[in-house]
């Protein structure tokens, strides 16, 4: 069982919708991710947090926003989404210190544009 | 700047055969970390094993074991007597050990691995 869980699983929304998806960790951990993964492509970093301080942003457009409310918990707020959008997006957490510092993942989300 | 290379994009293996994924690796960063993850066809990217570039012996765990050949900047993933659970995709990821490294885990193209009966 995952210490990582994800929801909504799937989504399903119109380019004009705002929606937003949730990632909750139960591993204590300090530091949280997103990643995006489309067909095709390797899982692209989109946000990292520490300590619910962002401290990397990889050029994402404006319409992905995430929010990282307390080390348990974090979001990503979408609006005005564009078909190209359209892919798994993953969350992953880590205890944010060490050498290894491995990345434990969630489900997903897979999220489509119509 | 990293790169991490997987030519392999599928691989079929007969069930309780050895296989190995490719991993190649480039980076400017003095030391480092390999990781592999599995991606069964439900979505979540289960971490298997993780190389450090300081690390004087292959990492094993269980079933995985990583030949990890640091002159050819190499990683590659050895899954013994494989399973029918073992199909999945398998994605080849590292990360600089540095401080801007930090956080920053780079992926490979994955390869997707078939266990046949």
């Known amino acids: 069982e995952t210490g990582v869980t994800q929801t909504p699983r799937h989504l399903v929304m119109g380019m004009t919708n705002k929606k937003s998806l949730k990632c909750e960790q139960h591993?204590?951990?300090?530091?949280m991710y997103w990643y995006k993964q489309s067909a095709k492509k390797p899982l692209e970093l989109m946000f990292v947090?520490?300590?619910?301080?962002?401290?990397e942003n990889n050029s994402v457009p404006s319409r992905f926003s995430p929010e990282c409310p307390n080390s348990s918990h974090l979001f990503l707020h979408l609006h005005t989404l564009q078909p190209e959008d359209s892919a798994l997006y993953l969350c992953?957490?880590?205890?944010?210190?060490?050498?290894?510092?491995?990345?434990?993942f969630g489900p997903g989300t897979r999220l489509t544009v119509t | 700047a990293q790169k991490i290379t997987q030519t392999q994009p599928g691989m079929f293996v007969q069930e309780k055969e050895a296989v190995t994924l490719d991993c190649t690796y480039d980076?400017?960063?003095?030391?480092?970390?390999l990781f592999w993850y599995k991606q069964p066809s439900s979505g979540e990217m289960i971490f298997l094993i993780y190389?450090?570039?300081?690390?004087?012996q292959n990492a094993t765990e269980g079933r995985y074991s990583l030949n990890f050949q640091k002159a050819r900047k190499s990683a590659n993933l050895v899954i013994s007597a494989s399973q029918l659970g073992d199909s999945a995709m398998y994605f080849c990821?590292?990360?600089?050990?540095?401080?801007?490294?930090?956080?920053?885990?780079?992926f490979g193209a994955g390869t997707q691995v078939v266990v046949t009966p």
């Open positions: 992953a957490s880590s205890t944010g210190t060490g050498i290894r510092d491995e990345q434990y």
């Open positions: 591993l204590g951990h300090n530091a």
């Open positions: 947090y520490s300590l619910e301080e962002r401290v």
């Open positions: 980076t400017s960063d003095p030391s480092y970390g």
């Open positions: 190389q450090g570039s300081y690390d004087q």
């Open positions: 990821a590292m990360r600089g050990l540095t401080t801007d490294s930090w956080g920053k885990l780079q």
